[in-house]
């Protein structure tokens, strides 16, 4: 099953990390460390084999996507020893890089976008395509009448006002082009109910939101240990600092607001309540793409003795992020091929605001996703 | 079904902890948070109710246990309140708490503790005994040939030679008395073939080994989410600083060497390979009852990138081992009343060095607890 | 030399808490830890002993001191046993806890406020009297032309406007009743060029601003740590999270941007350069009088390698702060007596943002605090 | 002043790493980041420049020097880019790095060392030739009487014992051959009184013991701040986690037990009192050049109120080391040319066990290093 994977923001450090680790994969140059549809569990020949994947996308930058990749070799995200032996594949995946398309209209826009999609499957005879936004978090946007409904979203979209924000403008060309849909940030992607009915009526499936990396992935552990000792979680506070362009991006407020808000939602969802506490976001620059997270957790306990736990992580979300677009792509160009559409709650192992998901606990969330591929047809082979 | 848990170091500060607490729970003084059958999911009509219990138990110290209340309430493991407010039910608990007899030879002490136990089950009218281990920490005994087999071992008891090192005399006595036993230490305690042999004849089921309060807890949880994740742990390393009276046992090499076995062993279960890095038990006097944990966790992801993680964890030990006490003997006793006999693996949520478990992760421990609770005659209702 | 020290927010926990010690070191109950001036190296006669103090204030809350003693203990901030202990003694203080005046005008308000000043000294027959803000933080007010000038300032506080925030409002009544002043906030207080002509014409001195007490502290010894290694500093951010009523007053955006500020100047000034991020300062009920401050630190050395540092605080801030109200209240008693007027430099050892300090270090500031207290008349003997 | 640099251990990490980056700040290819004898208040006339130093040194290990500083490009401790472009400079200082020699006697040996060192001297002109022990940290010696008394020493040496271990035998070669000796180790090197007798005989100063470059670093900070807050520090404990090959020796036990001591010397030292607790050292091959060193402090503040503190240091120690190695040679070459001889206590502030010294906070040690410099000849300039 040939597959592509269309990235949106196809030269930032999330897709050019998956696209350096891809051609590595393909090339046996690396192992899949962090690629979970790689473990025992859930290997399956209902999924399409790393070699059957095609890697494109749309960018605003300019700078070519080696460029970025020597960059990321520089920040050490990725072995500069890997950017060399892969020169030519590089340049290569970077010729299905297409700068975005701007119509007069959104509606204008959208079928430009969906042409790109169109194009890029026929002309590379794909079986499936599935869009992956993993472009910068957008602020939310106010919230519109015609964000509710179909008809009443493709009339505004003929007009001259901006009536989506870019992440479900994509989401809405890719499900009228017939591609599944993944947003790996927080911003509004398919979360609309005007593009829900607009999934279903073209039969494609969609998932999201906002990959769950590194912080809040800890949280999903931690907050139902706590809940299964019967332990009383009175505050959970951190910070995040990072760099980068996310990072920077994320320090506007209301991107901020955004991403904070998704990465509470955890605790909440385990533990019953809310402990007291925030987590918050903060840009420093010369951080750079490696973040650290620390998050103080006080807790109570028999008689109400006071305890409390602290962590710090420090990761490299690109690293963390990369592999698991690909894990995205697989699973949901597997559950298309399957006939599922609309949104697949299956896949919130990925996610720290998983749509449709009853499940918050990251082992929960494994043994459903597991289950969903073992259920694939040809995934019981 | 009246159930009498007999504590072994029954004036320790994790017995005492259990006593005040489980007086305050009986008199609606307390909330019963860390008792994990008190939770939704495990609380079952086939556990002995908390008010059905009876606690008294063996003790060598002579410090009355209303003393070892106060000092709990000093250090602020328990609350001052609490211990004025059960002033009188502390005082009798303390009369069925018995000295540790000795005998002329171990055969004799064995028969001496078995008679404080059918005296306690009779005297009180209780139809289940549970011993539970939460004595100091006993350094590893040397092999003999008798631990192999009952019949050389009751051979043994009767001669002038120590055989047995306390814990495991505790459970032979428990078991010929056709009580249950639970192992709260990282002591011997059953975990000898012909202490086996003993519990089967005498159809009693047994636990253990080393309650899992820390350090160790969160391992279990951190560790299977790096491996549902794919990412490589390279290393993990951790130092335990801790005071009061088990701090200064551990800190005995021969003791420490049983300990810090007992506490990596989750890693390699989890995570399928063993990492570089051991945990080390430091004996700080002046850090009394809080203990604090702190841990390295080196991991590698996506091409290699190399990532860390540290949290430090500031528990009370006392605080957090005893209501697992009382969960253990309520689910120890119903598993002897549902005519269980030898080990439970089932109870492995419990335990650092869990007893012929197969699971680690913390969270499959839970599924398999709740399952086996569910599983009890009546526990269904 | 009998010295009044005239609390602003006298049954706030600061002021509570310098309240309880003085009494317990003048009992002698406790030792004088965290007391600066009973250190060998400052000791000195020419400080009016702590038996010659004499505790007042102004307050808003009605409270009485002895709650506000009781809830301190409870919250583990000051022993039950000394509260126990003291009680007829701080039932007298209270007996000079006076309500915080108001008049018609803010000139009247000084008056009032003033003349309570003249009635402690006179009362209590002091040779001195120190008033020392310990009340909560106020948002930075909006300058005006009456802040830069005695004569205007005189005018303006004689009409119906709002001219000075109840920091500088005490300052004024304090300078006018022949008082010196400390301002242990972050707030206006005597900073205001009006209100430092106001001193030299009455020739007091005065002291400040935002006392020390945890995280700051610890920077102002690692920056100079850094500095002296010639290790570049990259970024330093941290976060407060700290609960209590100046937690609460502080998350106020206004309040906390003065906070912030005057947390990073010690980088700038110690460095010679500001590093890139910011301290957050965030409010977090459960928490308390103990707060937790957690600082990331990367830096570059040799080759720019780089490297990181983190800490975490955990102090509580009423018991970091009392024993340095006592101390700067012996001092600046002293530097009066001496003939001292206008601001006290030499103190900037106990403040986050020092008045006219050259030295930021807080080995430089102890030295100059040292040589000060060793050339005041009296100092040497 | 042509000044040669002579190290022992010449193609070990510390040692790569100073000629790597001497290399580099003379071709202006690098900043003097961790160079404290280019900071303002160091820097002088009265030092040899950067320029005039010439490196050599002895080594058991045949590893060429550039595959040396290949490998610790590769783990990040120098950048990739000075190894390319000094290439040539590399291999050249290679030509002065000689096998360590060995005689029949240590009497032999030491006369073939000092013999390798006049040959330095004089083969590149030297002014002066200072010896640099950044070889691995040897297991203390049991004491001789030899060790007490030069002519017993002289005598014991031409026998067939070994006498001296290496680190003094090499300051004993030093001094015959009138070259200054700096021990950045925590071996013996020449802390024995009969090598103090030779060097005042020969007239060269030395320097030592066990540079400071990490966790002790900070330590020489903290424990003065809270000396100076009269915080009262309970207990203090630690634990380093480092790989490379020092790691693995410094496992050993005995290695081990000279680190730590001199670990926490600095604490009694500042404090005045020694508080409870340990510094372990934890190899960890895994983590090679970058050590991470936790610290726990606890410590009561006004009224005993227990408070807390915790840091994490992440760093390269050999990047840490190796600027001070330069800074070291450079400052004993101009004492020496100043007529100074024996023990250099006035740099104490790059030594976790300083001879002779008496101040060990770092403040303390800045200002007798800095007033030390401005007292050499030429150094007021």
Redesign the interface.
Known sequence: MRTGVWLVGARGSVAA?SI??WL?LRAGL???????T??PGLRSPALPALGELVLGGHEIADTPLLKKAEALAAA????AR?VDALHDEIVTVDDDVRPLPTGDTQAATAALIAADLADFRTRLALDEVVVVNVSTTEPAPDPLPAHADLAALEEALAGPDRVLPPSSLAAYAAFTAGCSYVDFTPSTGARLPALHELAVRHGVPYAGHDGKTGET??K???A??FA?????V??W?G?N?LGGGDGANLAEPAANAAKTASKQRVLGETLGYQP???T?I?Y????GD?K?A?D?I?F?????????????????DS??A??LVLDLARLTAAAHAAGRHGPLPELA?FFKDPIDATAH????Q?RILADFVGSLPGGEH
Chains 1, 2, 3, 4 share one sequence.
């Open positions: 990390t350096v680790g590595a690396a192992e899949p460390t962090g690629c979970v790689e473990l050490g995200v990725v072995p890997l992935l800890v999903s552990v931690l139902p240990m299964l000792r019967h332990l009383r009175r505050t506070s910070i600092l007291q506490g925030t918050r903060e420093v620059d010369d951080i490696f650290t620390w103080l006080t109570s306990g028999f008689l109400g003795t006071a305890m409390r736990m602290e962590f710090s992580w420090h990761g490299c690293a963390l990369a592999p192992f606990s990251l082992d929960e494994w």
